[in-house]
């Protein structure tokens, strides 16, 4: 069964997951790449049948969309429409990239069940990430967010923070645990069992991680621990903790994807290596094909425990070596979104 193997890989995202220190390698190669951090929120053109990818090549064959056309062209929609790269992946390897797949567009624009691409959403195979270059200029899609994504979740947990650190000095560890948790409780999607906040001995780069095994996002306990945090601590501080609960929100998608499928519950709780607790709340909320929650959850599912599980798997133990990849990987770049928005937020609020 290919849960086996794709349980492994998620075991090693824990390890590699995240690491979040300001000015360490990883942060900084992120802080000078271009590409990647074009923004993510705004709307952008449609992109389409034979729109240029970055790999110089249009995009073809798709299909593309039978019945939405835009500016004469058939719509690319994620997870269903493939690219075929002809790009070797590198000397002296002559293999094509292959079929490219993008993973992840518009959350809350769908097109046929799948979500609507865009200029700069991603084709990924086996080479590097191969974004969109262009799209019908005349047509923008937008993407509102779901969940943790919306922007009342954002402002409402960067409003939470901001108090919390004016009366940091005042609170021990678990009292900073526990204010943070009621933060992240009050913008959790109905039915999402709560993820449990806890104080972790992680390596100093780590600031936190997901641990979906336990259902928990566990912090670094020198962050809790310490005294004082500066401005750009408490942003990060904020960043990571989001970033590491909207993975939560993704595998509890995966659930309700499952869910929606027909799996039940102590089956997708051991296909995914999650609490039975949570497989039995996904199994109460399912999420079909044609909401934000089932594309997201398909998404996630294909990445992580799907036919992309190897790939992801080799990414993520070289992640420095690969990081343009790694951020590439849809439930990376989703998540790097709303932890950038929500310590954005944070800074905004005075
Ligand atoms: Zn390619
Ligand atoms: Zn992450």
Same mark, same amino acid.
């Given at each position: 069964?290919?849960?086996?193997?794709?349980?492994?890989?998620?075991?090693?995202?824990?390890?590699?997951?995240?690491?979040? $220190?300001?000015?360490?390698?990883?942060?900084?190669?992120?802080?000078?790449?271009?590409?990647?951090?074009?923004? %993510?929120?705004?709307? %952008?053109?449609?992109?389409?049948?034979?729109?240029l990818?970055?790999?110089?090549?249009?995009?073809?064959?798709? =299909?593309?969309?039978?019945?939405?056309?835009?500016?004469? @062209?058939?719509?690319?929609?994620?997870m269903?429409?493939?690219?075929?790269?002809?790009?070797?992946?590198?000397?002296?390897?002559?293999?094509?990239?292959?079929?490219?797949?993008?993973?992840?567009?518009?959350?809350?624009? $769908?097109?046929?069940?799948?979500?609507?691409?865009?200029?700069?959403d991603?084709?990924? &195979?086996?080479?590097?990430?191969?974004?969109?270059?262009?799209?019908?200029?005349?047509?923008?899609?937008?993407?509102?967010?779901?969940?943790?994504a919306?922007?009342?979740?954002?402002?409402?947990?960067?409003?939470?923070?901001?108090?919390?650190? %004016?009366?940091?000095?005042?609170?021990n560890?678990?009292?900073? $645990?526990?204010?943070?948790?009621?933060?992240?409780?009050?913008?959790?999607?109905?039915?999402?069992?709560?993820?449990?906040? =806890?104080?972790?001995?992680?390596?100093?780069?780590?600031?936190?991680? $997901?641990?979906?095994?336990?259902?928990?996002?566990?912090?670094?306990?020198?962050?809790?621990?310490?005294?004082?945090?500066?401005?750009?601590?408490?942003?990060?501080?904020?960043?990571?903790?989001?970033?590491? =609960?909207?993975?939560?929100?993704?595998?509890?998608?995966?659930?309700?994807?499952?869910?929606?499928?027909?799996?039940?519950?102590?089956?997708?709780?051991?296909?995914?290596?999650?609490?039975?607790?949570? &497989?039995?709340?996904?199994?109460?909320?399912?999420?079909?094909? &044609?909401?934000? @929650?089932?594309?997201?959850?398909?998404?996630?599912?294909?990445?992580?425990?799907?036919?992309?599980?190897?790939?992801?798997?080799?990414?993520?133990?070289?992640a420095?070596?690969?990081?343009?990849?790694?951020?590439?990987?849809?439930?990376?770049?989703?998540?790097?979104?709303?932890g950038?928005?929500?310590?954005?937020?944070?800074?905004?609020?005075?």
């Amino acid at each position: 069964m290919r849960s086996r193997t794709a349980d492994g890989a998620a075991a090693s995202l824990r390890r590699v997951e995240c690491d979040h $220190l300001p000015g360490g390698i990883v942060t900084r190669y992120y802080r000078n790449a271009s590409r990647l951090r074009a923004p %993510k929120t705004m709307p %952008k053109p449609a992109a389409r049948v034979l729109d240029l990818t970055t790999h110089l090549a249009p995009a073809m064959p798709g =299909t593309g969309s039978p019945n939405v056309f835009i500016g004469g @062209q058939p719509a690319w929609r994620t997870m269903i429409d493939i690219h075929t790269c002809a790009i070797p992946i590198a000397p002296p390897f002559p293999a094509p990239h292959g079929p490219e797949i993008c993973y992840l567009g518009s959350t809350t624009v $769908l097109v046929n069940f799948q979500m609507a691409c865009r200029m700069l959403d991603i084709l990924q &195979g086996l080479g590097p990430p191969n974004p969109f270059m262009i799209g019908m200029v005349t047509v923008e899609i937008g993407d509102i967010g779901f969940g943790l994504a919306s922007p009342a979740s954002i402002n409402a947990f960067a409003t939470a923070m901001r108090a919390i650190s %004016k009366n940091w000095g005042a609170m021990n560890a678990a009292q900073r $645990l526990a204010a943070m948790q009621a933060a992240l409780n009050a913008s959790l999607p109905p039915g999402m069992p709560a993820l449990t906040l =806890t104080s972790s001995a992680l390596p100093a780069t780590t600031w936190g991680q $997901l641990d979906f095994a336990t259902w928990s996002v566990q912090i670094n306990q020198s962050l809790l621990s310490g005294g004082a945090l500066t401005e750009d601590q408490f942003a990060n501080l904020t960043m990571t903790v989001y970033h590491e =609960t909207r993975h939560g929100e993704q595998w509890w998608n995966a659930a309700q994807h499952q869910a929606a499928n027909g799996t039940p519950a102590n089956r997708i709780a051991s296909n995914m290596g999650i609490p039975q607790s949570v &497989g039995t709340a996904a199994a109460a909320n399912p999420a079909p094909r &044609g909401t934000s @929650q089932g594309a997201m959850g398909e998404a996630v599912q294909e990445s992580v425990y799907g036919s992309r599980s190897g790939y992801r798997n080799d990414v993520l133990n070289d992640a420095t070596n690969h990081y343009d990849q790694y951020r590439a990987l849809p439930e990376e770049e989703d998540a790097w979104r709303q932890g950038d928005a929500a310590e954005q937020a944070f800074r905004n609020t005075p």
